[in-house]
């Protein structure tokens, strides 16, 4: 399979009132063609802003730096607004956490999804784009597409919503959909629907997929491959198999540790201790050594390489030994 | 929509009997004597002055006053004005086209350069520009409308000699009232066959320091608003997707965000309307403008009364009726709402 994105030590700080904040140290991965990358992390680690910079749509005073930022021969790093354009919504899409407001209040569902074929399907004309919309619609499960394309979007409910932001994203066929948290702000039963909704055309329109979630039962069932972030660096990457079942990394294991268990009554709930590095003021070992439950004193005093062994990589000294703990 | 119509010309009803309540009995509290100031104060025999009193209906209590008042607005009668003997609803609607008239083109004044300016300060936001924007807004946000008009006079018609100082026309030019707005008129065929495009360029030099004097504080309002309004508008997060979509960077701002920010600046120019009164008075006193901020004033002094009442209940029902427009207009802005 070809390489469709690969990036290769990105680091990205925001210049701050109070000093550089690095929000992103050295991240490297690559994802495939048809491939589904699941990011893992807390909030704030680093795994939005990553893909933001992939969709070029940093703020202003973000400094991106890396050795590669590469998605199809097309080198992203520097490069213009223009040829952003032309890379979002057509050769990327992204749909985001919160539906509700990521649609246009004051526009209706036709015209929003209709816009994305407007920029970059000029060849198109006014029926064929309609006709185009409506498919679209029914390819994301929308009943009756026809009564639903003058709907504004105050008069869609939250999954509807996402539906319509999903049709939105592939409208073009993007070949990469980089999905940010789409079912955070979901109901449980209307989130199934979203990841059924998401693999299933994945594998039809052969799309690669960055799905990002701070929940691993979420990512775990949809993705080929995880990656854990803490503190905006990679701390553990590999398939999602073994990296569920065996964690190396005591943060991964604690985030694994921390997903409740519904079958399991009266146990306490476990959660990691403490709190993130402060990004402005960032300790010079492991980030993650003050947490950790396997830490010894040479964890603080330089940060640990990142492995890499077979498909997996891990950047930690102590690593966590598992004996294939399945469920 | 027809029940959202109904409904507000049914609150129509207390609203209007609250300001005829009002202005009547207000210039009544007012200290000052119509007949008295028609007669001049010495010399009045007593017995003219009675007889006068109640000729005018005067001399009856108020309330009973009140009663005949409202019963004659009813059927569309006013009453005449004390001083000039004509009835207040034709003097009304000769002067209302010129305020009118000065009144749209301040807002649009207002409209045309507050609106691109919050807009252009809003997305260059703390950079030069957004500076010296908001700070110039801030000058002409200040600015007494009486000082502002007089600058203006000395400047372009003292000064450099580019426009008149007062009326709406030029002397030399005969331009008959159609509709009473001097900008229309001055193009009736007839206008144009015998004088040119000439009566319709004086038309707009006497209209543009009154224009300028009148829509200055409403243009910082406008901007200012615009401003905040675009910037609340551009954190939102269907800003991100429409720049996720690949839209240029013109149509982000134009299309997507501005369309949102409107909401509240419509809401804004509906208000506006309302203040540009109360600039009228002192934009027409300045600029001898012949509209009813001017007439107003002259019938406070001389305590005109059935001016006052009809003036003031006109105003308010014009007030009410673009409030009602801009009402309508949000409908079409806001599809939360419609």
């Given amino acids: ?327 | 929509m027809k029940r959202f119509l109904v409904e507000r010309l049914l609150q129509l009803i207390p609203t209007l009997i609250g300001i005829s309540l009002f202005s009547f009995f207000i210039i009544r509290m007012v200290p000052g004597d119509p007949v008295l100031l028609m007669l001049g104060e010495r010399g009045a025999d007593p017995k003219i002055y009675m007889e006068m009193k109640s000729s005018l209906g005067l001399d009856r209590p108020v309330f009973e006053q009140y009663y005949s008042y409202m019963e004659n607005a009813l059927t569309g009668d006013f009453g005449k004005s004390i001083v000039s003997k004509r009835p207040v609803t034709s003097e009304f609607f000769a002067r209302f086209p010129a305020t009118l008239e000065l009144g749209i083109c301040a807002v649009l004044f207002a409209i045309i350069l507050g609106i691109p300016a919050g807009v252009i300060a809003a997305t260059k936001r703390n950079t030069p520009i957004d500076y010296i924007l908001m700070g110039t807004s801030l000058v002409g946000f200040s600015m007494p409308i009486f000082w502002w008009g007089l600058i203006l006079i000395i400047i372009f018609s003292v000064g450099l000699g580019l426009t008149p100082v007062s009326g709406r026309l030029s002397v030399i030019y005969d331009v008959e009232a159609m509709t009473g707005f001097m900008l229309i008129d001055s193009l009736h065929p007839d206008v144009l066959n015998e004088e040119g495009l000439a009566p319709f360029i004086s038309a707009i030099k006497h209209l543009l320091l009154p224009t300028i004097a009148m829509g200055t504080i409403p243009l910082a309002v406008v901007a200012r608003m615009t401003r905040s309004s675009v910037l609340e508008v551009l954190r939102a997060p269907y800003i991100q997707t429409a720049k996720a979509k690949g839209q240029s960077y013109f149509k982000v701002i134009w299309v997507h965000a501005f369309r949102n920010a409107l909401i509240p600046i419509v809401t804004v120019i509906g208000l506006l309307f309302g203040s540009i009164i109360t600039g009228a008075i002192l934009t027409e006193t300045i600029f001898s403008w012949p509209g009813i901020g001017k007439w107003l004033v002259a019938s406070i002094h001389a305590r005109d009364y059935p001016v006052i009442q009809g003036g003031v209940l006109f105003i308010a029902i014009m007030i009410i009726t673009i409030n009602f427009i801009v009402d309508v207009i949000y409908t079409y802005v806001n599809p939360r709402i419609r």
């Fill in chain 1, 1 to 327: 399979m070809e390489k469709l994105l690969d990036v290769k030590n990105l680091s990205i700080s925001f210049e701050t009132k109070k000093g550089i904040a690095h929000a992103v140290r050295n991240v490297s991965f690559e994802v495939y063609e048809g491939e589904t990358l699941g990011v893992v992390g807390e909030s704030g680690c680093g795994k939005s802003i990553t893909n933001l910079a992939i969709m070029g749509l940093l703020p202003e005073n973000a400094i991106v730096k890396a050795d590669r930022l590469n998605f199809k021969g097309t080198e992203l790093l520097n490069l213009n607004e223009k040829s952003w354009q032309e890379i979002r919504g057509e050769k990327i899409g992204m749909i985001f956490q919160d539906p509700m407001s990521s649609l246009n209040p004051c526009y209706t569902v036709e015209y929003q999804i209709d816009e994305v074929l407007k920029i970059h399907k000029p060849e198109l004309n006014k029926e064929q784009r309609k006709e185009k919309v409506l498919s679209l619609l029914k390819d994301v499960g929308i009943p009756a597409p026809n009564e639903r394309l003058k709907s504004y979007p105050h008069e869609l409910s939250g999954g509807m919503s996402q539906r319509v932001m999903i049709a939105m994203a592939i409208a073009c066929d993007p070949k990469l959909l980089i999905a940010d948290e789409p079912t955070t702000a979901l109901d449980v039963t209307v989130q199934g629907q979203i990841l059924d909704l998401l693999s299933k055309l994945q594998k039809t329109k052969a799309m690669a997929v960055i799905f990002v979630s701070h929940d691993l039962s979420v990512v775990r069932d949809i993705t080929d491959k995880i990656q854990v972030m803490y503190a905006g660096e990679v701390i553990e990457s590999g398939s999602t198999e073994e990296v569920i079942n065996e964690p190396r990394h005591p943060y991964t294991k604690g985030l694994l540790d921390s997903i409740p268990n519904f079958h399991k009554k009266n146990t306490e709930l476990y959660s990691i201790p403490g709190i993130v590095p402060d990004l402005l003021n960032r300790p010079n070992g492991c980030q993650f050594a003050k947490r950790c439950f396997n830490r010894s004193d040479d964890c603080e005093e330089a940060l640990p390489n990142i492995e890499q062994r077979d498909n997996r990589s891990l950047r930690c000294l102590h690593p966590v030994v598992t004996e294939g703990i399945k469920e």
